[in-house]
């Protein structure tokens, strides 16, 4: 089986992330790294791997800046087996829409040469967080997309997810080729060993152009934007409270108070 | 006027489908951008939407669309769109929501906003949005500039405004593709109702973290005593002792009450990121230096297992 997984480099969450003057996110000047949420898919590609058996091939894929790499990167020390990375200038500023276009050609291109079974997707970046990539790439891709998935199982050419709703668990399935995203309830993503960190070193990594793709490049970037940003604000810091220490029932007391002096209660 | 679209959300967890409120707050985005038209899959009493302001409600047979995920109903708003030449489509926040949203727009060409806080009409009439991102630390104003906006609202972002419409049905029927089937239900199990409020939709939300050690009836019970909705921290939620459907954060809900209480809950920018936007915020922990305590309106420093008891004692007097 051949599964492509997709991961984002994106802006670290604890850094000071911001957005540049043209409302765009700083993906440059703010340390990156792989999504967190990513590892999870990377994790359960390798599983079903695992499972599988040996002939199975994990492809990591990245649509990002240079530094995007070292998101490829960690993810083949992680145990996947090649790494694309689509590195173009046209592409900075993408949206969704842009985004999902590039990685269902490159997925398409990966096709042409072994022809893939699964994608795989981490539920959202965490830094735009819109959780819609994966269902805009099965819709490019025309195939079903099983989505939100913690607890996976592939049998045979079916693929099995519990998905926790809010009105409902639900198990869900879909038969191969398809789209599939993963949570972070999904299972704790393994470190990479000094053993696998070693290999990575001699793993392919292929870099593709939007030329590459066969696609146009005005398609993509800032100024082929779907949506535009009008502005941007910093939320001004909250500004720390009262604090009390408890002394013998005297928290409770105050909390109370306090809630009280505010028509809570 | 255009029609401007609105995906009618259905609870069912009740046994009773009921249109849900966030509905209701769409209905009154949309009356802001031109005519509503709600859009029903299934069966529901569509009375709200009468009076939450429907012009037009489209009624769509769901025989084919409820065992599967969500592609069949992106087609049905796909064909809507262009049989009444809407003008918006409106559709609640949540995994489901963003997901029609994604296949819409990828269907329909055109531009997608998600998660929006609030929604109005711009300079030109077409709608401009307004978003909090990276952790509610910044606020963002956008507008989609191809195509039919397509625009995914989260809940509380308006105050649901009562304004009878024609409310006249028109029955829908879509063609659902077989590509579109691909994504089988084949089991559910519905998630038992807790009696509280509904964690997005709460004035007041208080949650327990690691420190509770696992016992959530001190949290539960400080709840009830205010009438709140109870959460989690992923901690608790790992740990196994809450559901996932609690968890507030960035892989949670997103939470924006009126009062959010933290009990032992460190403050990662991840929780951040669900509850930061709320009115007023008091953290219960029992170490003067979590990071929470940056965010509060008013904390304690103690033990929640002695804090929230005694609390809860105090309010329940109160009311005699
Ligand atoms: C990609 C990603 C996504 C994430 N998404 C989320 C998310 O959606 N939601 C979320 O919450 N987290 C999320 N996290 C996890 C987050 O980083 C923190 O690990 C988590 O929020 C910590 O939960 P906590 O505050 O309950 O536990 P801890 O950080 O362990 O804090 C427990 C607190 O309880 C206090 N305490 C202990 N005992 C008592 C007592 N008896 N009385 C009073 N106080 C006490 C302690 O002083 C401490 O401050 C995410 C992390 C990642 C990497
Ligand atoms: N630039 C990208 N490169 C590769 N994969 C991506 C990219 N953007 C999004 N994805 C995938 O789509 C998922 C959801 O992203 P999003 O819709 O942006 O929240 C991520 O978890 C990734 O698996």
């Known amino acids: 089986m051949n599964i492509v997984v997709c991961v984002k480099y994106v802006p670290d969450a604890t850094a000071d992330r911001h957005f540049e003057s043209d409302h765009t996110v700083d993906r440059v000047g703010v340390d990156g790294l792989l999504s967190e949420l990513d590892e999870y898919a990377v994790e359960q590609a390798l599983q079903v791997k695992e499972k599988l058996g040996d002939d199975t091939e994990v492809t990591v894929l990245t649509v990002g800046p240079e530094q995007a790499t070292d998101a490829i990167r960690k993810a083949l020390q992680m145990g996947a087996d090649k790494g694309v990375h689509v590195l173009d200038d046209a592409i900075a500023g993408s949206d969704a829409l842009a985004t999902s276009l590039v990685l269902a050609e490159a997925v398409k291109k990966i096709d042409s040469d072994t022809s893939w079974d699964l994608v795989v997707c981490g539920m959202a970046s965490t830094d735009g967080s819109m959780g819609v990539v994966p269902a805009m790439l099965a819709e490019r891709l025309g195939v079903p997309a099983v989505t939100l998935g913690s607890e996976i199982t592939v049998e045979g050419t079916t693929v099995r997810i519990r998905r926790d709703g809010d009105a409902a668990t639900e198990t869900v399935e879909g038969t191969l080729p398809l789209v599939l995203s993963v949570t972070d309830q999904s299972g704790e993503a393994r470190y990479p060993s000094f053993k696998g960190i070693m290999a990575a070193k001699k793993k392919p990594l292929e870099t593709w152009s939007l030329a590459d793709l066969g696609l146009d490049a005005e398609l993509v970037g800032l100024s082929a934007a779907w949506s535009t940003v009008e502005g941007t604000e910093a939320r001004p810091p909250r500004t720390a409270g009262e604090v009390v220490t408890d002394e013998d029932g005297s928290g409770a007391t105050a909390l109370v108070e306090f809630l009280a002096s505010k028509k809570f209660i | 006027m255009s029609e401007v679209l609105v995906l009618v959300d259905i609870d069912r967890s009740s046994g ?270 029992k170490d003067d230096e979590a990071p929470i305590f940056e965010l509060v309106d008013f904390g304690v420093v103690g033990d929640l297992h002695a804090v929230l008891p005694a609390a809860t004692e105090a309010i329940t007097q109160r009311k005699g």
């Not at chain 2, 606020?139 to 195509?147: C, E, N, P, S």
Request: proline share 5%; hydrophobic share 45%; aromatic share 4%.
């Open chain 2, 16 to 285: 009773v489908a009921k249109v849900t409120k966030p509905t209701l707050e769409l209905l009154t985005i949309a009356r802001r951008l031109g005519e509503p038209s709600a859009v029903v899959i299934g069966t529901v009493d569509t009375a709200p939407l009468k009076a939450y302001g429907a012009e037009k409600i489209y009624t769509v047979d769901d025989a084919d669309i409820a065992g599967f995920l969500v592609a069949p109903k992106a087609e049905v708003l796909a064909q809507l769109v262009e049989k009444a030449s809407a003008a918006a489509v409106l559709i609640p926040s949540g995994g489901e929501g963003k997901e029609i949203a994604g296949r819409l727009a990828v269907k329909i060409d055109s531009g997608l906003i998600t998660d929006a806080v609030d929604v109005a009409p711009g300079d030109g009439g077409g709608p401009v949005t307004t978003q909090s991102v990276f952790a509610g630390n910044f606020t963002v104003q956008a507008k989609v500039i191809k195509g039919i906006p397509v625009i995914t609202v989260k809940p509380n972002a308006v105050t649901p405004e009562q304004s009878e419409g024609a409310a006249a049905e028109e029955a829908f029927s879509a063609t659902i593709s077989d590509a579109a089937k691909g994504a089988r239900i084949t089991a559910s199990e519905p998630r038992k109702a807790s009696g509280r409020p509904e964690l997005t939709e709460a004035a007041i939300v208080v949650s327990g973290g690691r420190g509770t050690g696992g016992d959530f009836s001190e949290v539960e019970g400080f709840a009830d005593s205010i009438g709140a909705a109870v959460g989690a921290s992923r901690a608790a939620v790992d740990s196994g002792w809450m559901p996932h459907a609690f968890q507030v954060g960035q892989t949670g809900k997103t939470v924006s009450p009126q009062l959010y209480v933290a009990n032992g809950i460190s403050g990662a920018i991840q929780h951040r990121a669900g509850m930061q936007t709320s009115k007023t915020i008091i953290a219960v922990n």
